[in-house]
C-alpha cells in the first residue's frame, strides 16, 4: 500500500507538536513543584536574629494624670473617696459662745454672762469631711449612693455626723441631703462653717424625684421631713435655670407643710415659703450672688430662726409667725489663686412674738474674706465678721469676729 508522502510528513509534524507540548507542560509542573517545596522549607525554617544598632532613647515627656482614688467591690461597686482636712482658727471681740456663725443668740448688752463672750480665741478641726460616692451598674442605669460625714455632731460639736447619706437611681433619691428649699449654689461665699445668714444648709431625710425640662432647666420637688412635732412631710420644689455661657444660673423655690401644735390642742395649720436665688457672672472676674425667702411657720429649714418660735398664741388661736431673709455679696477673682467676697445678710420678722423673753425682731451681718489657694488642694482664708441683733423688747447684741482658715483637699 502506497501512502502519500505529505499526509505522513504533516502526521510526523503534529506528532512531534503534541509531544514537546506535553514536555513542557510536564516541566513547568515540575518547576512549580519544586518551587512549593521551597516555601515550604522558608515557613518552617526558624526566624533570623535581626541585631539593631543601640539608639538613645527620647526624653520622656511629662503629663500630668489625675487618677481618683478608687476601688471595686465583688458586686462591681465602685467606690470614690474624698473630702478634706480642715482647720479653723477665730478671735472673737464679741458675740456667742461658739466659733461659727450663731447670729441669732449672740449676747445682749446687760447679759450677766457676756463678757465670757469676749476676747476669745477659738480653733478646731471638726469640719474635717471624709466622703464616699458608690456607683454600681444597673441594666442601662447606675445605682449611686454616698456617704459623707464630719465631726460636728453632739451636744458639745465634736462627735462623728452624718451629712449626706442618699441612694440615687434614675431621677429617684432616697435618704438624707440638702432641702430643695434651700439654693447653696447661689449663696455668697462665706468662710464661716455655718454659712450666711439669710440662706441655709438643713439636710432633711427625704424622697425626690429629679427631672429635666430641656438643656437649661430642671425641677425637684421633694417630701422631706419637717419639725418633729408635725405628723405630714413638708412638700419642698425647686426650679433651677441655667444661663447660656455658663454666665450662672437662677433658682426659684417653694414648700408647704403641716404647722402642729401639740401643746394647743393638737391645732393644726399650714405653713409655706417661697424663694428666690441668683448667681451672675458680671464680667469674667465679677460674680453676684443673691438670695430671698420668706416663710411662714417654720423656724428650721434657715440659718438663725431655731431661737423664735413658728406661731404666736392667742389663748387657743394661733397666728403663724412670718419672715423675710435676705443674702446678696459679690466675688471678685483677682486672679488664679486669690479672689474675695463682701457680702451682706439680714432677716426680719414681720409677726413678733413680745411673749417670749428676748426673742429676735432682725438680723443682720456683713463680712468680707480673701481666699488663697496656691496649690490646687490647698486654700487659706482670711475673715472679719460684724453682726447685729435687735430683740422685740429693743435689746441689742453685736457679733465682731476674726477668723482664720487651713484646707486641705485630698
Sequence with gaps: MRLNFKYITLLTAMTSVTTSIHANERSEIEQLRAEIAELKQMLQAPAPVV???????????????????????????????????????????????????????????????????????????????????????????????????????????????????????????????????????????????????????????????????????MYFLSLEKGNDENRFPLLAGKLKYDFAENKGLMTARGLVQEVRLRNVDDETEWGWGAALGLRYKLTPNLILNANYSHVSGDNKILLATSDNKRYIQDKQDIELIDFDAFQVGTMYQFNAKLRSTLGYGMLVYQDQDHVTKDANKKLQQGWINMMYQPHKPLTFGLEYVYGERNTVNDREGKDSRLAMMAKYDF
Design 51 to 217: 541585631t539593631l544598632a543601640p539608639t538613645i532613647p527620647a526624653a520622656p515627656v511629662k503629663t500630668k494624670v489625675s487618677i481618683a482614688l478608687q476601688w471595686q467591690t465583688k458586686s462591681d461597686t465602685e467606690m470614690n473617696l474624698y473630702g478634706f482636712i480642715r482647720g479653723d482658727v477665730a478671735y472673737q471681740f464679741e458675740g456667742a459662745k461658739g466659733i461659727f456663725n450663731s447670729i441669732h443668740n449672740v449676747a445682749l448688752e446687760g447679759d450677766t454672762g457676756k463678757k465670757s463672750t469676749e476676747d476669745r480665741l477659738d480653733t478646731t478641726l471638726t469640719t474635717t469631711r471624709i466622703g464616699l460616692d458608690f456607683s454600681t451598674p444597673l441594666a442601662d442605669q447606675a445605682l449611686k449612693g454616698k456617704i459623707e460625714v464630719d465631726f460636728r455632731g453632739g451636744d458639745s460639736k465634736d462627735t462623728v455626723r452624718l451629712r449626706h447619706v442618699y441612694l440615687s437611681y434614675d431621677r429617684w433619691l432616697i435618704g438624707q441631703t440638702t432641702s430643695s428649699f434651700l439654693s447653696t449654689e447661689t449663696a455668697p461665699e462665706m468662710l464661716d462653717f455655718n454659712t450666711a445668714l439669710g440662706g441655709g444648709t438643713t439636710r432633711n431625710p427625704m424622697l425626690r424625684y429629679a427631672q429635666p425640662i430641656n438643656a437649661s432647666t
